[in-house]
């Protein structure tokens, strides 16, 4: 079907170059750590710069831009020398592992005649956004000649910027990517033009990044055994799964539970073959003061009980989206999401810590309860299962992930499965590549499409912008239900 992006100008590819380390580093292999290994593919942020001056007269040209882009990251990668590696399998034990051998990352310059302003609402995705987009050839079977930096450069009629980049999920989480992007930022030639700028991300790299895993393998190394009486043999296809542990990690048994649930359902209850393709990408802005007045009104008859802006919205958007799913009453749902552990563990991770460092925590009810109970008392499950993320959690989500057919599965789209990932605490739009703030920065193609996203609004650091992924089935019933929760703060 024709969409109104078909008749935009097209995009024009000019350059496509790799960019390597200004200063070599010696090649070595770096262990990768089990979380590392769980997603190694391309998570996509797209920066819009839609301010015609925003340069100073020595970059008007989209060749000088690109020029000072390169060169910042050639000075990045030689500190940030993994992001030039590549990843590799072990053919001992087929465990994913980096090696860093200075192949580079790839940058590509663009231009098009489109004016940002055609694209109307900068939050909502639109298929116009893929033209901005590189994505490399890739063999899933293969990664040693996928590059782990990509990023487009595309120039607008408007003159205006996108910066579209993909880093390798397997080298960065989301601090780490936010602390990397600061630092070729601030190595750009363009920011160093401004030296309030400057200033500002010199402070963000005060911290030099440490890119050894070590402290999370022997985390997972030390617990394989102790952990060996929580798992168990399915006799009837001979795989291993994971079951409750006395400090068992939650988000793996109820994701186990989810899957055995989902295979032994009807089958017209279990329409879970949709391709990612398929899935609609919906953002909805919700203001500092539209969050508080949500706060008082879902809470009046709870005096004196505060909590977070995420533990309620996720709480609003859980409660929506299995409505909205139509599931059986007596069907065990869901709510997954991310928890940093670098001070979670012991000991602590170093500061700068450069890898993944992430977990699931979760709580699971049936669908019916989920409905009938309070939103004071999922706040207080979500506020308990984030609490439950300790040292012993870490360890035995680690070692569940042991075997690399169990770090690198893909996880199925189910209906059961609310997916949170807060980004509210990394200020994307405080990252100036240009000597102004970008208009907006959103994540792009997420590696599982239907996770929601609270994400910081360039305009309001307390406002959230809450984007999340629905399959078109759902997604008017999703957009009533959530509407109709927040509608009441109005």
Same mark, same amino acid.
């Given at each position: 079907?024709?969409?109104?992006?078909?008749?935009?100008?097209?995009?024009?590819?000019?350059?496509?170059?790799?960019?390597?380390?200004?200063?070599?580093?010696?090649?070595?292999?770096?262990?990768?750590?089990?979380?590392?290994?769980?997603?190694?593919?391309?998570?996509?942020?797209?920066?819009?710069?839609?301010?015609?001056?925003?340069?100073?007269?020595?970059?008007?040209?989209?060749?000088?831009?690109?020029?000072?882009?390169?060169?910042?990251?050639?000075?990045?990668?030689?500190?940030?020398?993994?992001?030039?590696?590549?990843?590799?399998?072990? =053919?001992?034990?087929?465990?994913?592992?980096?090696?860093?051998?200075?192949?580079?990352?790839?940058?590509?310059?663009?231009?098009?005649?489109?004016?940002?302003?055609?694209?109307?609402?900068?939050?909502?995705?639109?298929?116009?956004?893929?033209?901005?987009?590189?994505?490399?050839?890739?063999?899933?079977?293969?990664?040693?000649?996928?590059?782990?930096?990509?990023?487009?450069?595309?120039?607008?009629?408007?003159?205006?910027?996108?910066?579209?980049?993909?880093?390798?999920?397997?080298?960065?989480?989301?601090?780490?990517?936010?602390?990397?992007?600061?630092?070729?930022?601030?190595?750009?030639?363009?920011?160093?033009?401004?030296?309030?700028?400057?200033?500002?991300?010199?402070?963000?790299?005060?911290?030099?990044?440490?890119?050894?895993?070590?402290?999370?393998?022997?985390?997972?190394?030390?617990?394989?055994?102790?952990?060996?009486?929580?798992?168990?043999?399915?006799?009837?296809?001979?795989?291993?799964?994971?079951?409750?542990? &006395?400090?068992?990690?939650?988000?793996?048994?109820?994701?186990?539970?989810?899957?055995?649930?989902?295979?032994?359902?009807?089958?017209?209850?279990?329409?879970?073959?949709?391709?990612?393709?398929?899935?609609?990408?919906? &953002?909805?802005?919700?203001?500092?003061?539209?969050?508080?007045?949500?706060?008082?009104?879902?809470?009046?008859?709870?005096?004196?009980?505060?909590?977070?802006?995420?533990?309620?919205?996720?709480?609003?958007?859980?409660?929506?989206?299995?409505?909205?799913?139509?599931?059986?009453?007596?069907?065990?749902?869901?709510?997954?999401?991310?928890?940093?552990?670098?001070?979670?563990?012991?000991?602590?991770?170093?500061?700068?810590?450069?890898?993944?460092?992430?977990?699931?925590?979760?709580?699971?009810?049936?669908?019916?309860?989920?409905?009938?109970?309070?939103?004071?008392?999922?706040?207080?499950?979500?506020?308990?299962?984030?609490?439950?993320?300790?040292?012993?959690?870490?360890?035995?989500?680690?070692?569940?992930?042991?075997?690399?057919?169990?770090?690198?599965?893909?996880?199925?789209?189910?209906?059961?499965?609310?997916?949170?990932?807060?980004?509210?605490?990394?200020?994307?739009?405080?990252?100036?590549?240009?000597?102004?703030? =970008?208009?907006?920065?959103?994540?792009?193609?997420?590696?599982? =499409?239907?996770?929601?996203?609270?994400?910081?609004?360039?305009?309001?650091?307390?406002?959230?912008?809450?984007?999340?992924?629905?399959? =078109?089935?759902?997604?008017?019933?999703?957009?009533?239900?959530?509407?109709?929760?927040?509608?009441?703060?109005?």
């Amino acid at each position: 079907m024709a969409t109104k992006y078909d008749h935009f100008p097209t995009v024009s590819i000019s350059k496509t170059v790799f960019v390597y380390p200004k200063i070599l580093n010696p090649q070595k292999v770096l262990n990768l750590s089990n979380l590392d290994r769980q997603c190694p593919t391309l998570m996509y942020l797209c920066f819009f710069y839609n301010d015609p001056n925003l340069f100073c007269d020595d970059y008007k040209s989209s060749n000088d831009v690109f020029h000072s882009l390169k060169s910042g990251l050639e000075e990045t990668l030689s500190i940030w020398y993994p992001a030039a590696g590549r990843l590799s399998l072990n =053919p001992n034990d087929g465990n994913l592992n980096l090696w860093c051998n200075n192949k580079g990352a790839v940058l590509v310059e663009a231009t098009t005649q489109a004016k940002i302003s055609d694209l109307g609402d900068l939050t909502q995705h639109s298929q116009f956004y893929e033209k901005l987009v590189f994505k490399p050839d890739s063999n899933a079977n293969d990664f040693s000649q996928m590059p782990l930096v990509v990023a487009q450069v595309t120039k607008f009629g408007c003159g205006g910027y996108s910066i579209v980049i993909g880093t390798s999920h397997s080298l960065f989480d989301g601090p780490s990517a936010y602390s990397f992007l600061s630092a070729w930022a601030s190595n750009s030639a363009i920011t160093k033009q401004n030296k309030a700028h400057h200033h500002h991300h010199q402070q963000q790299l005060f911290i030099k990044p440490v890119h050894e895993r070590a402290t999370l393998l022997t985390l997972a190394n030390n617990n394989i055994n102790k952990n060996q009486q929580g798992r168990q043999t399915n006799r009837a296809s001979g795989s291993t799964t994971v079951t409750s542990t &006395t400090n068992g990690a939650a988000a793996i048994d109820h994701l186990v539970r989810l899957i055995i649930q989902a295979a032994s359902a009807p089958p017209a209850g279990i329409n879970n073959t949709n391709t990612t393709n398929t899935f609609v990408f919906k &953002t909805f802005h919700l203001t500092s003061s539209l969050i508080e007045s949500l706060k008082r009104q879902v809470f009046k008859d709870a005096p004196g009980f505060s909590c977070s802006s995420f533990e309620l919205l996720a709480a609003l958007l859980w409660k929506a989206r299995t409505k909205a799913m139509g599931l059986r009453k007596e069907a065990t749902v869901c709510l997954q999401f991310a928890v940093d552990t670098r001070n979670k563990v012991v000991p602590p991770l170093p500061a700068g810590f450069s890898g993944n460092a992430y977990v699931l925590a979760s709580v699971a009810l049936a669908a019916g309860e989920l409905e009938r109970v309070s939103h004071k008392a999922i706040v207080e499950k979500i506020r308990e299962a984030k609490e439950s993320v300790n040292n012993d959690y870490v360890n035995s989500y680690m070692e569940s992930l042991q075997s690399p057919q169990q770090q690198r599965s893909s996880l199925p789209p189910l209906k059961e499965l609310t997916l949170v990932s807060d980004w509210t605490r990394m200020p994307f739009h405080n990252i100036h590549f240009f000597p102004t703030k =970008p208009a907006y920065v959103s994540p792009l193609f997420p590696p599982i =499409p239907q996770v929601a996203y609270f994400i910081q609004n360039p305009d309001d650091d307390r406002a959230v912008d809450v984007r999340i992924g629905l399959l =078109p089935g759902n997604l008017d019933a999703f957009c009533s239900y959530f509407l109709a929760a927040i509608a009441i703060a109005r």
